[in-house]
């Protein structure tokens, strides 16, 4: 056995949970849009809870890599969750843009469900 090797621990951040309740609120929701409205709502509806879900995954992601940082250069790890707080913003709001303006989707479907996929984060691990 060699004594350099330090098992790796993945840090729980709950994200898989986040990701479930969120996909089903958005399901939920697409599926009204879809009933009660026209197809392009509810592709802008499934659009915007992407967008929420995508959110997660990269603060998951993030949160792994600031971890990892811990172990290695202490104190390194709040400039990953700043930049990650960034981009994260930006992504948001250049995906938003694609999606209304590119994609010509509706906007209001869109931001309906994104602030309703918001509720996933209550739903996180004990």
Request: net charge neutral; hydrophobic share 55%.
């Amino acid at each position: 056995m060699d004594n350099d090797i330090v098992p790796q621990h993945t840090l729980d951040t709950g994200a898989s949970r986040i990701l479930s309740v969120q996909a089903v609120i958005i399901s939920v929701i697409a599926w009204i849009f879809y009933a009660y409205g026209t197809e392009s709502d509810a592709q802008a509806a499934f659009y915007g809870g992407c967008i929420a879900m995508f959110n997660v995954w990269m603060t998951h992601r993030r949160l792994q890599t600031a971890a990892q940082i811990t172990q290695v250069a202490p104190g390194k790890e709040i400039a990953v969750l700043y930049i990650a707080a960034v981009q994260r913003f930006v992504f948001t709001i250049v995906f938003f843009m694609l999606g209304m303006w590119w994609l010509q989707l509706p906007p209001l479907p869109i931001l309906i469900t994104f602030a309703a996929a918001q509720i996933g984060y209550f739903f996180k691990p004990r």
